[in-house]
């Protein structure tokens, strides 16, 4: 007897899952439409290299939340992988998020914080108090003319394939500057990558007699053992789909962004000495280039091979998957009418990333679900 239906296999669904299993003795059924659990922070194994790959993108896990990082630890240990990242600039390479190292060797300088700062500043006010009307005035307003055409623009113009003088200033809020040498990515507590690998820390997860779990299954779309028609009503249900896919689209589809990989073997051990080199300029078609071995240096990979991923980033059609959410006016007035047909759909908790139509990182998937699970527990057809 199934007591609850789990609808993909992701950070969100995976979490709900455990937790309903091992602390509320349910038996759950989870399906996901893909091959593989894990969603979009699965990873396997290059064939030709045997160098992990993260197929839907670069994932590195990162959390302050103590709750999170004492859960994840459960199923798996971390490295003690940092990330950093560099982008290359008219044929010149900086550190990113822009600090310190980036202004002086951009300027050409030696500026001290509080010098780099007062500049940053000046070349800010170029606005001269008036409101950003578009998302390059917005930029402008936050680092500069300089550094923004340098580092952000022609970046942003590729990721939404726009010039960013038609895009709203809503996109970027704020564009951190560090006024120190410190170019450590993110600034969570908690950084790393799972030790034996992401597919071994899911599978972790639904290990439990208690878990059932159905692959190359779509809830949406018969023929299908587990979909909408034969389930909704008869069993609770975590929907972490597309919501707007649940109600076919009935106010008209969210908008997403894709990214597409173009992945290479290379006959080298190393092909740009580290994980994530971006691509600031627009003559470069692609946004960045992942190299997989980076995030595992304490691996016995080959030191004649490695793999690369180019990644090239556009607005989604139908038939793609669904990335970032564009949260154009628009989408946030259809959201908010599916939010009202969710809370009506009775015995359906819509979560996750798409079912919510938020980016979430895992810590915030895996946050998400731990705070709703008691709502899930009790849900009732
Ligand atoms: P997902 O992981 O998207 O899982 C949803 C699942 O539902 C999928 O497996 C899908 O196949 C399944 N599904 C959908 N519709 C149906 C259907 N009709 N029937 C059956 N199954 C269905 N997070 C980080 O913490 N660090 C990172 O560096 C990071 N990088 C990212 C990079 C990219 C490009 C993307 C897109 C995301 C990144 N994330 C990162 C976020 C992470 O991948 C997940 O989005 C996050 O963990 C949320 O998980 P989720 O379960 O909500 O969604
Ligand atoms: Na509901």
């Known amino acids: 007897m199934t007591d609850l239906v789990v609808v993909g296999a992701g950070l969100y669904g995976l979490t709900v899952a455990e937790r309903c299993a091992s602390q ?3 038996n759950v059924l989870v399906v996901d439409r893909r091959p ?4 979009n922070a699965y990873s396997s194994v290059d064939p030709d290299t045997g160098i992990e790959v993260h197929e839907y ?7 302050s939340h103590e709750g999170v990082w004492e859960y994840v630890n459960r199923f798996t240990s971390f490295t003690d992988y940092v990330h950093r990242v560099y982008t290359t600039h008219r044929g010149e390479v900086f550190p990113m998020p822009i600090n310190l190292g980036t202004i002086n060797q951009f300027f050409r300088s030696a500026l001290s914080p509080d010098a780099a700062r007062a500049l940053v500043a000046e070349q800010a006010s170029e606005l001269g108090g008036r ?3 578009n998302l390059d005035e917005q930029g402008v307003s936050l680092v500069g003319r300089p550094l923004y055409d340098a580092f952000i623009r022609g970046y942003t113009a590729k990721q939404w394939q726009t010039d960013p003088r038609d895009l709203p200033a809503s996109i970027i809020s704020r564009l951190p500057v560090r006024y120190n040498y410190d170019n450590r990515y993110f600034n969570d507590t908690y950084e790393g990558l799972p030790t034996q690998g992401y597919t071994a820390w899911f599978e972790r997860m639904v290990d439990h007699p208690r878990i059932e779990v159905r692959l190359g299954e779509d809830f949406l779309t018969p023929p299908g053992q587990v979909t909408k028609s034969t389930t909704v009503g008869q069993v609770p249900v975590v929907f972490t789909g597309a919501v707007d896919r649940y109600f076919d689209d009935a106010v008209g589809a969210l908008s997403w962004r894709t990214l597409d990989f173009e992945r290479d073997v290379v006959s080298t051990g190393d092909f740009q000495g ?3 080199m971006n691509y600031a300029d627009t003559d470069v078609p692609f946004t960045r280039i992942l190299e997989f071995r980076h995030f595992h240096p304490e691996r016995d990979y080959p030191t004649d091979r490695s793999v690369i991923v180019r990644e090239f980033s556009r ?4 038939d793609d998957e669904p990335y970032y959410p564009v949260n154009a006016t628009t989408d946030r007035e259809r959201l908010s009418a599916y939010r009202e047909l969710a809370r009506a ?4 908790h819509f979560g ?5 139509y938020q980016y979430l990182d895992m810590h915030m998937a895996i946050a998400s679900a731990l705070t709703n699970v008691d709502q899930v527990a009790a849900l009732r057809v």
């Open 57 to 63: 993108g670069a994932h590195l896990f990162h959390t």
């Open 36 to 39: 593989h659990i894990g969603g």
């Open 315 to 318: 607005f989604a059609g139908r």
């Open 352 to 356: 996750g990333r798409l079912g919510t």
């Open 131 to 133: 409101a950003p009307q």
């Open 24 to 26: 509320h003795g349910m």
């Open 345 to 348: 759909e009775r015995g359906v």
């Open 274 to 276: 580290t994980a994530v």
